[in-house]
């Protein structure tokens, strides 16, 4: 063997310090806080304290009068903030999937909630290093969805997470424009 390349136990060593490097936490890019979070059936909701989950609950209308004939009569009610989150968060979920007929069980997606637009702003920038001239989005690498809580609706949450459950769904990933075409078609049906 050659003394001047690398053994295979050098080669391992470099492959595993870029996987480290590169590895992500909870589905959230090495270089963003962690936050705490929610774990709900399908996302896990990483939010900054309290009071947003709080502002999301009241944003995201979505819940009884959706929840068909067999759920509103269940005698589940949720018990605080965090289980009405989950629940309606899971409702909505599958909701997309009926709607897009792709029923097939994904890694959860994150959820993670910007307090204000600024906030959201700087998150793009620090992932793409561009300015951003969008109101939410959904970034495949991580499986995250990137919401600002000021500016949220049912409709956008259903919008960002049909684009996680069309990316997974598939064998292929579609054009970005094709998704963008199905994730269209949610908005239009939710409700």
């Known amino acids: ?19 480290l490097l590169s590895a992500t936490t909870n589905g959230v890019c090495a ?21 947003d989950l709080e502002k999301f609950y009241s944003r995201i209308d979505y819940g009884p009068r959706h929840w068909g004939i067999k759920r509103l009569f269940s005698s589940s009610s949720p018990k605080n903030v965090q289980e009405a989150i989950a629940k309606k968060v899971d409702l909505l979920f ?22 204000e637009e600024n906030q959201l702003h700087r998150a793009f920038y ?5 300015k951003c001239h969008i109101r939410a989005w959904y970034r495949y690498k991580n499986n995250t969805v990137y919401l600002n809580l000021q500016d949220l609706d049912e409709g956008m949450l259903a919008h960002e997470l049909a684009h996680a459950i069309i990316d ?14 199905l994730a269209r078609y949610v908005d239009r049906h939710l409700k």
């Open 126 to 130: 620090n992932i793409y290093r561009q």
């Open 168 to 181: 997974h769904y598939l064998l292929v990933r579609p054009p970005r424009a094709t998704a963008e075409i």
């Open 94 to 115: 599958e909701r997309v999937q009926s709607i897009l007929g792709m029923r097939k069980k994904i890694d959860k997606v994150n959820v993670r909630l910007h307090q």
């Open 31 to 51: 270089d963003e806080p962690e936050w705490p979070r929610l774990d709900t059936r399908f996302t896990s909701i990483h939010y900054q304290e309290e009071g």
């Open 1 to 19: 063997m050659d003394p001047r390349l690398p053994s295979s136990s050098h080669i391992i060593a470099v492959i595993l310090l870029g996987a």
